[in-house]
């Protein structure tokens, strides 16, 4: 394109110097006739078309994701006020449920599909590539490959709530090898599910499965995170907290007093004890 638009340039400087310099001698009718079917008609109609048939002919190619192909891994992401669902399909066709973190293999190509379950949310990883809107009903497509292990930050990027602020989430690149360990340890229940069971009996009493999946109890509507290795998860409440068993029995006694609107009932009538054993059974399932 630039060395074609160079010719032109050529082309338009000679025929003004041309016509500045040459003694204004009248031209012929039939000359600047033909002079304005080449030069307006057929040669831009020549160009344009040129032009166009070699972009379509290009654009496939700048769609990475187009059928999958290069594709590495790929990871839904869910909106939720005020929280990230986070489902990574695999190459052999498996799916591990996860949220509010979301881990990324160094050096290969990821694809996110995008959507949302009730407000327009905005997925942004501001270090590691674009922006794109989570709609309802909608998918949208975002591709980039991360290069450097590390842990990044990721942030809702539009107005959703009042606590639109605090739906955040860390980005963890990790080499491609550890990641797929990571999974695989995901995919199964969690080693913590049997230890600590007085925490487990207090989570079934109080009915806290009719919002969140742990893999091995049994569930319901999932309307919250999934919380099957929410133990080792680096925060709690999407990027806000740090997850430790305090904070852990702090957002769970009143979610509202950390994230103003957050969509899960507070628990007053626990006691200190119950409180503190249910952290404790979550912050061991890892
Ligand atoms: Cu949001």
């Known amino acids: 394109m630039a060395a074609g638009g160079f010719i032109i340039w050529l082309l338009v400087v000679a025929l003004s110097l041309y016509a500045s310099r040459r003694n204004s001698r009248p031209v012929g009718e039939r000359a600047a006739g033909r002079l304005i079917v080449l030069g307006g008609v057929v040669l831009p109609v020549t160009v344009l078309t040129a032009l166009l048939s070699y972009t379509l002919w290009l654009m496939p190619s700048l769609r990475p994701f187009a059928g999958g192909e290069g594709v590495d891994l790929r990871v839904e992401i869910v ?47 501001p270090a590691l590539g674009g922006k794109m809107d989570l709609v309802p009903g909608r998918i949208n497509r975002m591709s980039f490959r991360p290069t450097k292990t590390g842990t990044y930050r990721g942030q809702c990027a539009e107005f959703c709530g009042t606590s639109h602020a605090r739906m955040a989430f860390p980005v963890v690149v990790m080499q491609p090898a550890d990641l797929d360990a990571w999974l695989d340890e995901r995919s199964g229940s969690s080693a913590g599910f049997g230890t ?74 626990l006691s200190a004890l119950e409180l503190d054993q249910l952290a404790r059974w979550l912050k061991g399932l890892r």
């Not at 669902?85 to 979301?102: F, K, M, P, W």
């Not at 293999?105 to 327009?120: K, N, Q």
């Not at 007085?198 to 509507?221: K, N, P, S, T």
């Open 79 to 125: 909106g939720h006020q005020f929280w990230w669902e986070v489902l990574y399909h695999r190459q052999d066709g498996s799916t591990v449920i996860s949220a509010n973190e979301v881990r990324l293999p160094a050096g290969e190509r990821v694809e996110f599909e995008l959507t949302s379950s009730d407000m327009i949310h905005s997925f942004w990883i």
């Open 196 to 269: 600590n069971v007085e925490g487990r009996r207090v989570f079934d009493r109080e009915q806290c499965g009719q919002c969140h999946r742990i893999d091995g109890a049994a569930g319901g509507l999932f309307k919250g995170p999934d919380l099957s290795h929410v133990g080792s998860r680096l925060t709690i409440g999407a990027g806000y907290l740090n997850n430790t068993t305090d904070q852990l029995a702090r957002f769970i006694v009143n979610p509202g007093s950390v994230k103003p609107g957050a969509h899960m009932p507070a628990s007053p009538h």
